[in-house]
């Protein structure tokens, strides 16, 4: 088994004064998928943000082995890790080409850049015909799409999303996740998802990690986590 | 309730008066002369910073208040031969007017918007003065010239300790009323609109009109400065009553402690005796050194924000407490908050 | 008739500077939020320099050249020395903090360049083929020389990685962090390139308004009129409300009230649109976030 591409121990990380998470361990596997559950307000997108720095954090935080617990928000993004922000995060008043171009903006490889994009518009057609339309038309479940492709076309080795099933409908959701699991097992992009929808995550998922008030309250493969009934009544509401 | 703060400030102020008493007789012309212009200045910043330092409102065009003042009153002594003690107070009353209407549509903006706006009326202002459409009344480019007034002879003074006089009862007068505000409920709903405009409108604070007549009674302030100034100098023109003059009142309130009525003294003291300097220096060091007021300005705006932004007030109170050592510092609630915002460095969620 | 075109024709030389110096100053409103008002004094302080090379010998293109790389250098150093530690404080000490810049370089150029005004010298000289007679060859020039500044912006912004990052930086900084975009630097080169523009203006205006430090006072006051006109969060607008302010400035000034008191239209245009339009013609409408 190889090393986890992203380790976490004793993540703490604060709003202003207040202190929203307490000291949380958890790993994401290279290549895997690491879900993290939990209800409303239990810090699932407190955590994503202070791994990419938008907060206040401490603790060790090393991503293939490297501590970035540290670094700046750009900095940490160069490094391969693209986050899909809750609320998508896209640019509004861009248009959706534009959107795509800013996910590549670090990159130098022009011919791979080219190629991902390709390969983009592949995976979302729907993003190929409205190429030209500001990001801030289209509708949620494009918005999400815009916004994930964004984050491939970073290359990244790890992708973190927040939520990606949020106010949009079954159909939409379930057409994101094959993607997300179709890039997973195709490329070995390892994944770590903010989910509410615990049993879509669940499904792609190999690692779940069950968040309680900015604390980790249980933690496993996801199959020992699906298959416990007691577990999934009292924390996952089914 | 006598904390030994509270003590030496009184000290302080007793001082001062003694000081500002006697000066006149012991002082001579140009220095009275001096020292009128302080006094004007110091009513023309307290009135300032009631505005921006206490409510929060910038506003860059003083200096047209101040310039509605000196004509208004110089206009009535020359055209309509009103004597000063009747010229003045009636002037400033149009300045409150003119502040008022100004500040309603202000409301609309705050902020930067009401920044631009006051840039723009200072840098119209003298322009409007010298336009010969009105100059039957303006004087236009050339300007009125008022005659000085003549002090009553039973007081035995010259006119220039008359004049002295006069602004110091005016300084002191309004100092006094502008302290009272302060402390009052009025101050302390200017202070919540400055800091939580949304909060205060909340708890029942008419904001609109508080914010509006915060800026007539500061540009009654300016006007009285102005009016006193037309009579002190003895002309008005257009040319004294442009940009810099309201820049020059920024850098008072600035370097003497925004949200400090004390401070105005002492921001008075700066931009009256710094320009005179840099003049007298121009003997040994030619006209460059005209340059040098600019300079010591922008520095000293830019030092001030980032050191110390309750400015030269706030550390005069911050070393006399530390002096006396109280475990109850005393001070203008308008100078904490202040401080507080202007270091407030959030991070945001 | 003949006296109305040339109106005109002049309003769309002044215009052009005007629109310059509106879209500097949107340019930083749209990174920072803030209006930069020592925009004129920097400019002025450029203008200087230019003068300067001419004086030690520099052809003038070699000095307009030099002139706008040094403007552009000089911009970045000052939102990374001055602006940037006040990033956080409020509105009103940043605005005391641009006041403070204006006055060190109006006198920083009082000091190194004296205070007599001195004339500055177009590159444009004899008789302009096109609006003979309308309009003088500086004004045409001017004219000219601002289309491309206008056209080169538009094509850094909409065509290029760098234009595309900074437009990202700043509708949505957080955002652009995420994809790795350096959004500190990112605000350094605006405040660069807005200097930069900013000294073309100061260039193509020293030849109408003569060079003195005070010279940028008034044309800052129209480049805030139209930006405010246009809607200060809009480029185009910006662009738009300076040449509308140059041309309509030109016709009240001759026809209406005089010369003398062109400022004041300025002002009325401002809090006219202040009161019945904030947001301007084309720009966004403002709302207060609770």
């Known amino acids: 088994m190889s090393a986890p591409i992203l380790a976490v121990k004793g993540l703490e990380a604060w709003y202003g004064p207040v202190r929203a998470l307490h000291g949380l361990d958890f790993l994401v596997e290279d290549g895997g998928v690491t879900a993290l559950l939990g209800a409303n307000g239990a810090g699932k997108t407190t955590i994503l943000r202070a791994l990419s720095g938008l907060i206040r954090r401490t603790g060790d935080i090393r991503f293939r082995g490297r501590p970035i617990g540290a670094l700046a928000t750009e900095d940490i993004a160069r490094l391969g890790i693209a986050h899909v922000p809750d609320g998508r995060g896209t640019f509004q008043d861009l248009t959706v080409e534009e959107n795509l171009r800013l996910g590549a903006y670090v990159r130098s490889d022009r011919q791979g850049v080219r190629a991902d994009f390709e390969r983009i518009y592949g995976l979302f057609p729907r993003l190929a015909e409205r190429r030209r339309q500001q990001a801030g038309t289209l509708s949620g479940g494009e918005q999400q799409m815009l916004a994930i492709a964004r984050a491939l076309l970073m290359r990244p080795s ?17 057409e994101i996740f094959r993607a997300l699991g179709g890039i997973n097992r195709q490329e ?49 509401g089914y | 309730m006598a904390e030994p703060g509270r003590a030496l400030g009184v000290l302080v102020a007793i001082a001062v008066g003694v000081f500002a008493l006697a000066f006149p007789f012991a002082a001579s012309g140009y220095h009275l002369y001096q020292g009128a212009q302080v006094l004007i200045l110091m009513i023309a910043l ?111 003074l010259n006119s220039d300790q008359w004049l002295y006089l006069v602004c110091l009862a005016s300084a002191g007068a309004l100092y006094w009323a502008a302290r009272n505000l302060v402390r009052g409920r009025v101050g302390r709903a200017l202070i ?73 003294l002492f921001g008075a003291l700066f931009i009256e005796f710094v320009p005179n300097i840099a003049d007298q220096l121009t003997v040994s060091f030619g006209e460059g050194a005209k340059a040098l007021p600019g300079a010591i300005y922008g520095v000293l705006l830019i030092l001030v924000m980032a050191a110390m932004p309750t400015g ?27 401080a507080a915002n202007c270091q407030g460095k959030g991070e945001a969620p | ?17 005007y629109a310059i110096m509106a879209l500097a100053l949107v340019m930083i409103y749209q990174a920072t939020q803030l209006i930069n008002f020592a925009q004129g004094e920097m400019a002025m302080f450029s203008t200087y320099f230019a003068w300067k090379l001419m004086d030690s010998g520099w052809p003038y293109w070699g000095a307009f050249a030099v002139t706008i790389v040094a403007s552009f250098i000089g911009g970045v150093l000052i939102e990374r020395l001055v602006v940037r530690p006040f990033a956080n404080a409020p509105v009103l000490a940043s605005v005391i903090v641009f006041i403070g810049l204006a006055f060190i370089f109006n006198s920083l150029a009082g000091w190194l360049y004296g205070y007599s005004v001195t004339s500055f010298d177009s590159p444009f000289t004899g008789r302009p083929w096109f609006g003979a007679g309308y309009m003088s060859a500086h004004e045409a020039g001017s004219i000219v020389v601002t289309l491309c500044v206008l056209a080169l912006v538009y094509a850094f912004f909409r065509f290029t990685p760098l234009g595309l990052a900074m437009r990202a930086a700043a509708q949505n900084p957080v955002s652009s962090r ?15 390139l807005a200097a930069a523009i900013g000294s073309v203006a100061g260039m193509m205006a020293a030849p109408i308004v003569y060079l003195d430090p005070n010279m940028m006072g008034g044309v800052l006051l129209y480049a805030f009129a139209g930006a405010v006109l246009g809607g200060v969060d809009s480029p185009f607008g910006a662009v738009f409300g300076g040449i509308v302010v140059g041309v309509l400035g030109n016709l009240v000034g001759a026809y209406v009230v005089g010369d003398e008191v062109k400022l004041s239209v300025a002002l009325a245009i401002i809090i006219a649109v202040l009161v019945w339009r904030p947001s301007g013609l084309f720009g966004r409408k403002l709302v207060a976030r609770v």
């Not at chain 2, 030269?312 to 908050?337: D, T």
């Open chain 1, 188 to 236: 070995g992009l390892s994944l770590l998802i903010v989910e509410q929808n615990a049993s879509l995550a669940l499904d792609l998922a190999d690692r779940a990690v069950l968040i309680e008030t900015g604390r980790v309250a249980l933690s496993g493969p996801s199959q020992a986590i699906r298959a416990d009934d007691a577990v999934r009544r009292a924390y996952l």
């Open chain 2, 46 to 156: 307290i009135g300032l910073n009631l505005l921006t330092g206490f409510n929060g409102q910038i506003s860059l065009g003083h200096g047209a208040f101040f310039a509605i003042g000196s004509y208004g009153a110089a206009i009535l002594m020359v055209k309509a031969g009103l004597p000063f003690w009747a010229a003045i107070p009636l002037a400033s009353v149009v300045c409150f007017i003119a502040g008022f209407l100004f500040g309603f549509p202000a409301l609309r903006f705050g902020g930067l918007y009401l920044a631009l706006a006051t840039f723009a009326l200072a840098v119209a202002t003298p322009q409007i003065l010298s336009y010969n459409g009105i100059d039957a009344l303006t004087g236009g480019s050339q300007g009125l010239t008022i005659a000085k007034p003549a002090p009553p002879v039973w007081t035995g």
């Open chain 2, 192 to 264: 919540a609109i400055r800091d939580q405009p949304i909060a205060a409108e909340t708890m029942g604070i008419n904001a609109a009109l508080y914010k509006t007549t915060c800026f007539g009674v500061s540009a009654l302030y300016a006007g009285v400065a102005g009016g006193l100034s037309a009579i002190a100098v003895g002309f008005v023109s257009p040319e004294s009553f442009g940009l810099a003059l309201s820049l020059a009142f920024l850098v008072g309130i600035v370097v003497g402690g925004l949200a400090s009525l004390g401070g105005a």
């Open chain 3, 1 to 17: 008739m003949g006296e109305f075109l040339h109106q005109v024709a002049s309003g769309l030389a002044l215009g052009g500077v």
């Open chain 2, 312 to 338: 030269v007030a706030g550390v005069a109170q911050a070393a006399a407490r530390a002096l006396m050592s109280s475990w109850r510092p005393s001070h203008e609630k308008g100078g904490v908050n202040v």
């Open chain 1, 158 to 174: 790890l992708l973190m999303l927040d939520e990606p099933s949020f106010g949009l409908a079954p159909l939409v959701v379930a």
């Open chain 3, 178 to 192: 995420l994809v790795g975009i350096r959004v500190g630097w990112m605000l350094a080169i605006g405040w660069g």
